[in-house]
């Protein structure tokens, strides 16, 4: 598999030469995400190609541009009254009493940022270009919420010279490391995600709705029943077009990796909530202790054979036992934070479990975790995760969380999407004499593995066995030398 | 002396049509903040003249300006990405490196109200118009702080016509009620006060900077060494240029009491933090009863006589003595306040003084409290009001809070140049026979009575008895019939 750094050094041609320039304009990177209307119109007179990604318009072009131009069309009197209303309801915390029982600016700046997200690609059902408004109003709502990043600076010691010669060291501001790494990053999988969508246009494939599908052409759609019905031609996609669609599905997938990296790493970073912590009554555990004895932690542990014997039959079993893991590696890891520690003590004697044994705990239910979260990558949010954003109180992280949520999820439904088109596309095509029997097994579409879209709620609880899915996801996984050589590469 | 609400009625002109629509559209409250720069030039060119207040351009006039016309300096791309850094700070709530140690939006936005006022008016040491550079910042800053209460509404029930003819009552949205009806009024108090700058070109009067004063002169300046010297002609200004300064000294005194009554209203809505009341310790209320204890609170209570008898030597000494009666009444106060029954029951017990003592030593501590007040108008904040300011987290009361202390703030200073001017204006004209001893008599400064200005910590601590600062401030007084009269107006 093709690791991580690798493609952001060929394929995504990221800039490093600007990315590691010591004193970078910060202003430019809010300046990537704004959009002009005559970009967006230009995006949609492009003529398909095979190769998208070099027809598209690349970031640098966008970055070309005298600041003035790019904001001629975002600095009119009613988009200057849109951003103050934007602020205003942000400062309110969404209490539109007065403020006094609203959330934190970091929790409104995610919600916002997510209430976005799901304005302009919650209906992403179709393999087709955004509208040209939906583009617009999302990257122009994103560089205005992207803005308060430009004043989150650290102070950092550096050797200055005084106009007499003299060098001494001051104090001087610049911004703060895990929003000048990830953010121009984010900036960067953001405008490929909106290209990967631009270059699908005039397709061999089309859509129908739910409702005009006959009862004799197909099953009646039980599943799923929101989402339009791919059709293909009679003899199914050209050569081209189904390479084309590959080639799409691998680049979305490693967008999706990377936007899942920097999520991953940004929730690890949030703090752990104390009302979180004082939430791990004993009843939880006990449940959790049953759980883990019953499986019988042996010497000879495998998280992927004990996440086999495990019942998870639906998504939400399997959401409760990702709680119940979290849940026990911060019992079983709390042993040095002293703030906690009679809460741990008496936990410890009551397991009668040594320092050691808790360790290896600790890191057991760890594995099993990353594991549970390989096979369910669209598991909703943990009762941790949520509890993190939730009592966040820095917008830094608070804005890389939600917007490398937002990237991820577009990127998890587009995958969906093209996974549904190529299992419609296989079921059309006349059986092929040369194909092996295993070649010609129509490929099963994501979301008939995981019943996950972004209409989650509705999905259906019966899932087949986990080993099916293990497969397909084995695909997905980061592998922490991946991870390594990724922000190595940024 | 004229009700205050005469004054709204009659001298300044208040739409009451416009305050009292039922539907008002609430953007026109910041609209009316909004200044362009085209403004700015025309009131610059007025030619000054006896009746300043309808020469001067009405709030009217500037609400009849199409909203295009009116922005259309205010939203170019840089005051856009102004406008951005504005708003972002103020979600980081001050802390630049994250937010996570940032003050809460309604402290961030008192204090970068406060901080504009001081920045724009901090150096009003000269009766001359603003220039219009700081008057255009006020505006556009004011403006964009503003615009947050544009979002600040109360749910009330209403009755609904139906489609089909039915009547039901739906709840709808309308802005908050105190905000409604005291923005309106600072937003007016705000543009007058400009006004009466404004209004104070091509003047009969000058200043030279204390430097350039010599000895010979005048004595060598020991108080208020920043400020510079006003000068008349030596024969002193003439009958129309003193009417006039009269006339601009009783606006700005009335404007002055209205702020202050805004102001004191909007305190006294906060709630009183926990926190003060913990602080309310045992040993301050010891000292706080010796000090009653000491001139006996007798049925022939005076709050005047009692202040008379008080050191009040100092600036520093009235605001302890104030923060002590403001502890002392919430103490007497919170018998029916069942969270602190706790603290008030121990109270009580070790004075041994029933409900109905402690009621009358409220009741009195308030009157005293008042009093003092009213013989130190530019008295800085008690911890009380510091405390409710510091812990609000309403941005209404926020708002209300700090602009009419701006207000008040650039209004007091005003006064007392007014009569620094008119002192030196008695000092320089020749004895009138015909006039009696009493009018001869050089009017003291206000300055020289409190020693209180802008950069009121340099003042001197020694002042003039009591008795003299009372007889001064009696036409400062705002009584509680006038505050009824004030508010039904408005």
Known sequence: MEPLGKVFEVEWELDEDELNRGERNRSSSSSNGSFSEEESTRNGELSPSEDYISSTVTLDAVREKPPHQMKQSSSSPEVVEMLKETFSKLLLGEDMSGGEKGVSAALAVSNAITDLSAATFGKVCRLEPLPSEKKLTWKRGMEWLLSVSDYIVELTPSLHTFPDGTKREVMTSRPRQDLYVSLPALLKLDNMIIEVLDGLEHTEFWYVDQEGVLATQSPPPKEKWWLPVPRVPTCGLSGKARKQLQQIRTCTNQILKAAMAINCCTLDDMEVPESYLETLSKNGYTSLEEFINGYNFSDQFSPESLLDCLNLSSQRRALEIADQL????????????????????????????????????????ESLLTCLRLRFPGLPQTMLHMSKIQHNKDLGKSILESYSRAVQSLAFNIVARIDDLLHVDDLTKPSDPFMSKSQKSPRKALTDYLAIDSKGDHASDDLEGPDSRSAVYQELIVTADELNTFYSCI
Chains 1, 2 share one sequence.
Not at 326 to 344: F, G, R, V
Not at 354 to 361: M, Q, S, T
């Open 326 to 365: 979290e849940a026990s590696i911060h019992i079983w890891c709390q042993k040095t934070n002293s703030k906690n520690s009679k809460l741990s003590w008496e936990m410890v004697k009551e397991l009668v479990v040594d320092a050691d044994k808790r360790e290896v705990f600790a890191y057991r239910a």
